[in-house]
């Protein structure tokens, strides 16, 4: 059983390895992505954002994989899509997103 951090700043419970990056502070995520290779011996761990976020996943994937598990993992696939939705107001909207995997070596 795994948490994923929330992209609306909540937790919640799921089956596979995806940190959703969002609000709360960064080393949150980095351990969040730190604890998946260690403590449950992930073999691949998906760092999905969208948005304002996306320069935030980029920075968590950077420094777990170069600070914490240095020769340990590998960025494996960034994946770029938009999702389109509708907003508070009505309107449609369209978001950017990316998927980073990380994977051991």
């Known amino acids: 059983m795994m948490f994923i951090v929330s992209m609306m700043g909540g937790t919640k ?10 609000e709360k502070p960064f ?10 290779f260690t403590t449950k011996n992930a073999g691949d761990i998906f760092i999905k ?4 976020f996306i320069s935030r996943a980029v920075d968590v994937a950077e420094v777990a994989s ?4 240095i020769n340990q993992v590998q960025v494996g696939d960034i994946k ?8 508070k107001e009505g309107r449609q ?10 994977a051991k070596k």
């Open 27 to 36: 080393m949150n995520y980095v351990t969040a992505v730190v604890m998946q």
């Open 49 to 52: 954002a969208r948005g304002k």
């Open 13 to 22: 419970m799921a089956e596979d390895n995806t940190i959703f990056i969002g």
């Open 80 to 87: 770029i899509d938009s999702e389109e939705f509708t907003n």
């Open 66 to 69: 170069k600070r914490f598990l």
């Open 93 to 102: 909207v369209r978001v950017s997103t990316i998927e980073i995997t990380l």
